[in-house]
């Protein structure tokens, strides 16, 4: 079946612009996880959304960093006024569940290059 | 805070070699360690779950081992297409507890 999609898979942009990154579950599961991985670091924990809940936005580096879920399917995350240290591999994870005990099941990522 | 350290943070191996990679972790309480494999331009793979000390799970060369303060990977004559790096992650018990803290990998590099 399919897994985790996340567009675009590349993106470069200048310093200062916003970027959309978008990601579309596997269908049915009611989770879904951002985490970014930079150069060298381990993949760090940004934003969860469990079914109508309020997200858990705790991971969120600062208030440039937003992400909302339409319809409890599609997620978009939002960097408003890029920065060089925004660059690094954005993640999407989904769960059939509330992801207690189960396994994350990751998209390849958007790669993102900030100029 | 939890804390995931994961060594060697490379190891090249010949084709054959087996060996160990090691994850220490510091939580709160543990509600599950969790064992990925990511190729380069690809997202983490599931690999295993560990829930409790002395559980053991294996998949085909690979067999993962938890004890209170660490896990391993071990791995049985490896083959070049088991050349990745392994991440390890720890989901804690408690407030947050959906998401995972993650290591920061061993590149694996298992050579003919």
């Known amino acids: 079946g399919a897994g985790v999609s996340q567009s675009p898979s590349n993106k470069v942009t200048e310093k200062g612009k916003d970027v959309e990154l978008r990601c579309d579950p596997i269908?049915?599961?009611?989770?879904l996880y951002w985490y970014r991985q930079s150069l060298g670091q381990g993949l760090e924990f940004l934003i969860y959304?469990?079914?109508?809940?309020?997200?858990?936005k705790s991971g969120l580096p600062s208030d440039r960093f937003s992400a909302e879920r339409t319809g409890g399917s599609v997620s978009t995350l939002t960097i408003q006024r890029t920065q060089q240290e925004d660059s690094a591999v954005y993640l999407c994870a989904s769960t059939p569940g509330q992801g207690i005990n189960q396994p994350q099941h990751f998209g390849d990522g958007t790669r993102l290059s900030i100029l | 805070e939890d804390q995931v350290t994961q060594s060697p943070e490379a190891l090249r191996l010949q084709e054959g070699e087996s060996s160990s990679l090691n994850c220490s972790y510091t939580v709160s309480g543990l509600r599950g360690l969790f064992w990925y494999r990511q190729d380069p331009g690809k997202g983490p793979e599931f690999l295993f779950t560990?829930?409790?000390a002395g559980e053991e799970k294996e998949k085909e060369r690979l067999k993962a081992t938890l004890t209170k303060k660490e896990s391993f990977l071990h791995i049985t004559a490896p083959k070049p297409e088991d050349s990745a790096t392994y991440l390890c992650a720890v989901q804690p018990i408690g407030g947050g507890g959906n998401k995972l803290t993650f290591g920061t990998g061993t590149q694996l590099k298992v050579e003919l």
């Open positions: 959304f469990q079914g109508n809940s309020a997200p858990d």
């Open positions: 269908s049915g599961h009611t989770a």
């Open positions: 560990l829930y409790s």
